[in-house]
């Protein structure tokens, strides 16, 4: 089945550093999305990309889709505080009902 | 926020007992899913639902049971409980369109003693 690979599993940054976490499937993806969980929430969606190649920027964020369409990535320019929580990517194949996650990577930021 | 919640929002059990945890929207979607997550595991999908009395297995169905009789309602039983089940359950709604995210609820944080 669907397998959905992400990385790092844990991120510690100070302040002001990047991040980024990458995301990578066994298959190649219909859509990915990202959603961002913070501690002791729920998920929340963030963005989705469809296309080859896509990029979308959400402020400080930059989210990437691989050409072939089986990685993606999330980068954060400038950690903030606001900003800690676990993120994952979901990525929808082939059964149009189910979506994979991949395991999530938790940011955390030093002041 | 979507408007989906969960029931109860927290479940303290023993070993053997049933338990049943329930999941009610309002957007009348037709997917509804159960999710599991564990440190370490992500979220890993349990059963789902695509429309009354459809459902389907996830990665992770051992010793879990669904029942979807109305739209609104996703219903998850353990019939025997075992700590190895002590999780955070999450249901999550989706209407069916691929440019449409997931819809978590807030959790039910389920121990078994």
């Known amino acids: 089945g669907q397998q959905v690979m992400q990385i790092p599993q844990y991120q510690h940054v100070q302040e002001g550093e990047d991040f980024t976490t990458y995301c990578n499937s066994s298959?190649?993806?219909?859509?990915i999305q990202w959603y961002k969980q913070r501690p002791g929430g729920h998920p929340v969606f963030l963005i989705q990309?469809?296309?080859?190649?896509e990029v979308k920027k959400q402020k400080r964020l930059t989210f990437q889709f691989g050409e072939a369409k089986k990685n993606s990535s999330l980068h954060i320019t400038a950690t903030q505080t606001t900003d800690v929580g676990t993120y994952f990517c979901a990525g929808l194949g082939t059964n149009a009902g189910k979506s994979t996650f991949g395991d999530g990577t938790t940011l955390t930021v030093k002041p | 926020d979507a408007g989906i919640t969960q029931s109860p929002r927290h479940k303290v059990t023993e070993t053997g007992t049933p338990v049943t945890l329930r999941c009610h929207q309002t957007e009348n979607h037709r997917y509804m899913y159960w999710y599991r997550q564990d440190p370490g595991h992500g979220l890993r999908l349990i059963h789902y639902?695509?429309?009354?009395?459809?459902?389907d297995k996830g990665e992770v169905s051992d010793g879990y049971s669904v029942s979807r009789s109305k739209t609104e309602d996703f219903l998850l039983t353990l019939e025997s409980a075992t700590s190895s089940q002590t999780s955070v359950y999450f249901c999550?709604?989706?209407?069916?369109?691929?440019?449409?995210?997931?819809?978590f609820g807030d959790g039910t944080r389920l121990s078994i003693l």
């Open positions: 298959t190649t993806l219909s859509n």
């Open positions: 990309l469809v296309k080859s190649g």
């Open positions: 999550a709604i989706w209407g069916g369109y691929s440019n449409q995210p997931q819809h």
């Open positions: 639902s695509y429309g009354v009395k459809d459902t």
